[in-house]
Each structure stands twice: as C-alpha cells, then as structure tokens.
C-alpha cells in the first residue's frame, strides 16, 4: 500500500546524510544503503536548485522572482513534489523501504531541510577538521585518485591551503546550524571516528531513525563487507 501511495507520506522514512567532504559520507552511505530494507542516493545534488539564493539572498524580497518569499508556499510544494516523484521513480520500493540521501556537497539546501522536508530525518555527520583538511589535501596533490579534482604542484600554497579551510568551515557551518534547528527526535550525529571505532552502533541507530531495526550480526557483516582492507588500487 506504501508503494503504491503518494511517495510524500513516507516522508518519515527518508533521511539526509548531511556535514562537508571526506568525512567518511560515501563510506557510511554505501554501508547504509547494504542493510535489508535500506536504499541509498549517492548525491543527487538536489540542493543545486537551491545555489542562487545563496549568491543572491536578495532575490526573497524581489518581488518579480521566481523565489520571492511571498510565493514560498508554492516553491516549496513544487520542490517537494519534484524530489518525491523523483524518488519513487529511481527507487520504487520508496515507502516500504527507506532511503539515506547523502547530499554533503549542496550546503544551500541544509537551511531548506526543515521547510521541505519537516517529518523528515536528518543525520549530521562529522570528522575533526584538521584530519578533514589533510584528506583534501592528499586529494589535490598530484597524481591523487581523483583526476577531476587533483591540483598542480602549488595545491599547498598558502591561498589554495585557505581556500579549502574555507570550503570546510563553510559547510560544517551551515550544517550545524541546519542540526541544531532541526526536532531532536529526528536528527542523529554520527562521528567519522566512531565509525572508524565501531560502525555497527552507528549503522543501528541510523536504522532506529527511519523505523528499520537492524540486526547487530547483519550490520557487522556490512562492515566486513565495506572494511578498507578489502578496497583494491
């Protein structure tokens, strides 16, 4: 009946993977979306629609804009409308199954969440900076995994260095203040070192989110499954 019903009544069992950049998104996504009666989306960068009120705040108050705050009613609804049929066409089993968005690189949505999505969930996940930054840093130096992102020889001058503290701090903050405004009972932080502790615990208390009971042995088959050791160059 769920998956045949209007996908926004399932709201309760979608949640967001939210925070910045190589703290362990893609990691703790993958596992997630392993688990019995779990989906994942690996950033749909549903946020981007969101990105000119973050150059333009302005444009609220316009009153001829397509985002003018006296027509916010009806932007939400059609955002809304758009990101649930899109859900339930990429991932039917949406409703009976619940689904993890992991969306760490659109921070313009995280103000939006609350609004959008009210009964929704949302998971803040977060490493101490200072290893966040040198995780960038190994990705920008040359010859890095990630061709489209790897820098040139000077990625550890003191501009580029800036910039990609900025970059962190931009949107941990605009995650954090996305958390704490969000309903206690719907919200869970989750650390990259107690993944890299323990990742069953977290894996459970995810599910405990969304109303999926995970099993402590099936969540530390996950684990083994997605463990560093078994990853290949």
């Known amino acids: 009946e769920e998956q045949r019903g209007d996908p926004r009544e399932s709201e309760h069992r979608l949640a967001w993977i939210i925070g910045y950049g190589r703290s362990g998104s893609t990691w703790l996504a993958e596992m997630l979306g392993s688990l019995p009666r779990i989906s994942r989306w690996h950033e749909p960068y549903f946020g ?3 990105r ?3 150059e333009r705040p302005e444009d609220r108050d316009r009153p001829a804009s397509f985002y003018s705050r006296r027509y916010e009613s009806v932007l939400h609804e059609s955002l809304r409308d758009s990101f649930f049929r899109m859900a339930r066409e990429r991932f039917p089993n949406f409703g009976r199954h619940a689904l993890f968005v992991k969306e760490v690189n659109t921070p313009e949505l995280y103000a939006w969440l609350s609004s959008l999505f009210p009964t929704g969930k949302m998971i803040f996940l ?3 900076p200072f290893d966040t930054l040198d995780s960038y840093l190994d990705l920008q130096a040359p010859g890095a995994w990630n061709e ?3 820098g040139e020889s000077q990625f550890l001058s003191e501009p ?3 910039a990609t503290c900025e970059h962190i ?3 941990a903050i605009a995650a954090a203040e996305a958390y704490e405004a969000f309903p206690e009972t719907q919200k869970l932080q989750v650390t990259y070192e107690s993944l890299l502790d323990d990742p069953v615990p977290q894996l459970q208390a995810c599910g405990n989110l969304v109303s999926v009971e995970v099993k402590r042995g099936v969540a530390k088959q996950v684990v083994e499954e997605h463990d560093f050791s078994h990853l290949q160059n």
Do not use: P, W
Request: glycine share 6%.
């Open 48 to 50: 981007r629609m969101l």
């Open 52 to 54: 000119h009120l973050i």
């Open 169 to 171: 701090k931009s949107g």
């Open 126 to 128: 977060t490493r101490d």
């Open 160 to 162: 580029s260095v800036r």
């Open 148 to 150: 489209s992102y790897r």
